[in-house]
């Protein structure tokens, strides 16, 4: 005689059927209250991560900064502390040029006196001849006095030319350094953010390769190629191999492994036609008991008359292309659980048919609806940081180009020092610096 009685989802007991409606609503309010925790707490990560990502950005490109004005600061007190000891040194040289140059005439000066002193003495007796030799020596002090100029020209020459090339040479050495350093700094930032950029990349690439929809035309004998690599990138540590061409079974068997043992078999198979065709599920079935596999999934571009994106056609998971990935985790993921629960076939049977349902539910489609939306709303986050840093180095080469310009103003003012003529000026150069400043 016919009953109203069900069997227990949990534990196998009998039970009214509404009480077993009861339990079933129940377990069908857990598994949503879990979807959306899942959700939220992935969310969550990835804006922690982006935000501390951001903050380390800042603080490094911050520190550089400083560590820039600090050594720009300091080489340009050196630079002024070097001129004035240029300066100093020069006017020791003119000092003992002037020196020099007193001496010799003051010994001219005693020399023609003598021989002046001398010549009044001896005028009368002394003959023409000593009168020419007089003469001659005067002659002499003439061309030693000639000489004694000439040298002295040449020893202030050389000074000049000495600390010219000194200055010269420890600008140079000045600026070499400063490249040197800011080039280190920059570079050194740019690999620390070029690594950032790959790895930021790498996952922007796989949400890309998830959400991209291709028409049959783009996909060809390709579109088997892009599930089987994006599968093999998002599951590193399972089996998933390519059934060559012409060999019986699917395009992809997928071996789910968990701490080295195998949870379970996918097979995925890929069609790339221009309409639906119900031999497309019946084959796959076939080769999903040929494979012993808990789940088949069939990518495709196009799908029965009324349905889209994803839907259950006699036990097989028919998807497009796009969600083949986020598809597979959530099997995938279920497999793993009831194998470490140790679950028997009916009870993963049951669990199985519970999750095809929500899968395919209107719930779950406005859910990954709206995962799709924040996922374009991260890609667009990225591409607006990637403009902000390209201003942020726009500036910072701004700032450089000025560091430059003053470096260059610095050398300006010590070359004019070494090559003005007559007395060096004595107005201080930061007093000079100042007021050019208030005449601009």
Known sequence: ???????????????????????????????????DEIASAKATLRQSFQHELRKQLDDQRRSVEKKLREEAAQILEKAISDKGELETKLKDSEVRIAEIESNT??????????????ARLEVKRESAAQIRKLQAECDSATKQLDEAKKREAQVREQAKVQAQTEAQKQLLEQRQALEKDRTSALLKQ?????????????????????????????????????????LRDAFQGDRITRIPKGENGADILH?????????????????????????FVS????????????????????????????????GIVVVSP????????????????????????????????????????????????????????????DVQEQKDHRNVWMKRGTLGTRLKNVLREVETDVAAIIEADGEPQTQPFAQRAVAAGAGS
């Open 190 to 230: 740019q690999a620390d953010f070029n690594r950032d950029r790959d790895s930021l990349q790498k996952k922007v690439k796989m949400l890309e390769h998830q959400l991209e929809k291709k028409t049959a035309n783009e996909l060809g004998d390709g579109g088997e190629v892009n599930v089987f690599e994006a």
């Open 1 to 35: 005689m016919a009953t109203n009685l069900e069997q227990c989802p949990l534990c196998g007991t009998e039970l009214s059927q509404t009480k077993f409606r009861e339990i079933k609503a129940k377990l069908r309010a857990e598994d949503d209250k879990r979807a």
């Open 322 to 381: 796009a969600r083949v990935v986020y598809i597979t985790e959530i099997l995938r993921s279920a497999m793993v659980t009831m194998h470490v629960k140790g679950l028997s076939l009916k009870e993963r049977s049951n669990k199985m048919s519970q999750l095809y349902f929500l899968i395919t539910s209107d719930a779950y489609s406005k859910k990954f609806g709206e995962a799709e939306r924040l996922t374009q709303d991260i890609l667009d986050l």
């Open 255 to 279: 071996e789910v492994q968990y701490k080295g043992e195998c949870c379970g078999r996918i097979v995925t198979d890929s069609k790339n036609r221009q309409s639906w065709q119900n031999v």
């Open 105 to 118: 005439k003051t010994e001219i000066e005693k020399a023609k006196l003598l021989a002046d002193k001398k």
């Open 283 to 314: 084959k796959l079935r076939q080769d999903k008991v040929e494979a012993d596999a808990e789940h088949a999934i069939l990518a495709t571009t196009v799908f029965p008359a009324g349905k889209k994106e994803l839907c259950i056609e006699s």
